[in-house]
T-cell receptor, first 108, second 116 residues
Framework: LAKTTQPISMDSYEGQEVNITCSHNNIATNDYITWYQQFPSQGPRFIIQGYKTKVTNEVASLFIPADRKSSTLSLPRVSLSDTAVYYCLVRSQGNLIFGKGTKLSVKP | GAVVSQHPSRVICKSGTSVKIECRSLDFQATTMFWYRQFPKQSLMLMATSNEGSKATYEQGVEKDKFLINHASLTLSTLTVTSAHPEDSSFYIC????????????FGPGTRLTVL
């Protein structure tokens, strides 16, 4: 069964680029990797999803190496409102596995 | 993005009573929905997978007779916490699976359950 590992917390300043990496060995070969953002007392909000290489949307980029044993969420030019917990979600052997989350604190 | 609603957003009940939480996918049909619970400062824990037209699949350690799940239609799943006790107090979150090239879960806003 895959285990996911994310940094517990990260600090950043407004305007900086933030990269959060999730390590996930042994994930399903044909499943996507998904990242979510969660604010306190709210449900997770979909950010981005990818299978391999690089995916970019209007809010983030996702980098996935060829071995798919990790993925990196990249948030360009963060603002105070990006302070939240970020989770990776993968599937392994039919089981959905959420990472423990990375608490990002953005300071002015 | 897809929209998933939950009702109620917050509920307080007495010990021994039952509470029903509704989860609706508003702009897409969802054959599969999921129910999670989340304790403070912890990650989401999958409780069960709700399948339209069939029985739910429960994760190990989750009592199916205590957490009743009904997936009545392609847009509605309900979770009933029966005979609730204070230790059932938690944040319950549902998600609906939108199937496509990449199956994607979209989450509801969550329901805060407090059992007195």
């Amino acid at each position: 069964l895959a285990k996911t590992t994310q940094p517990i917390s990260m600090d950043s300043y407004e305007g900086q680029e933030v990269n959060i990496t999730c390590s996930h060995n042994n994930i399903a070969t044909n499943d996507y990797i998904t990242w979510y953002q969660q604010f306190p007392s709210q449900g997770p909000r979909f950010i981005i999803q990818g299978y391999k290489t690089k995916v970019t949307n209007e809010v983030a980029s996702l980098f996935i190496p060829a071995d798919r044993k990790s993925s990196t969420l990249s948030l360009p030019r963060v603002s105070l409102s990006d302070t939240a917990v970020y989770y990776c979600l993968v599937r392994s052997q039919g089981n959905l596995i959420f990472g423990k989350g990375t608490k990002l604190s953005v300071k002015p | 993005g897809a929209v998933v609603s939950q009702h109620p957003s917050r509920v307080i009940c007495k010990s021994g009573t039952s509470v029903k939480i509704e989860c609706r996918s508003l702009d897409f049909q969802a054959t599969t929905m999921f129910w999670y619970r989340q304790f403070p400062k912890q990650s989401l824990m999958l409780m069960a997978t709700s399948n339209e037209g069939s029985k739910a699949t429960y994760e190990q350690g989750v009592e199916k007779d205590k957490f009743l799940i009904n997936h009545a239609s392609l847009t509605l799943s309900t979770l009933t916490v029966t005979s609730a006790h204070p230790e059932d107090s938690s944040f319950y979150i549902c998600s609906a699976l939108r199937q496509g090239a990449a199956d994607t879960q979209y989450f509801g806003p969550g329901t805060r359950l407090t059992v007195l």
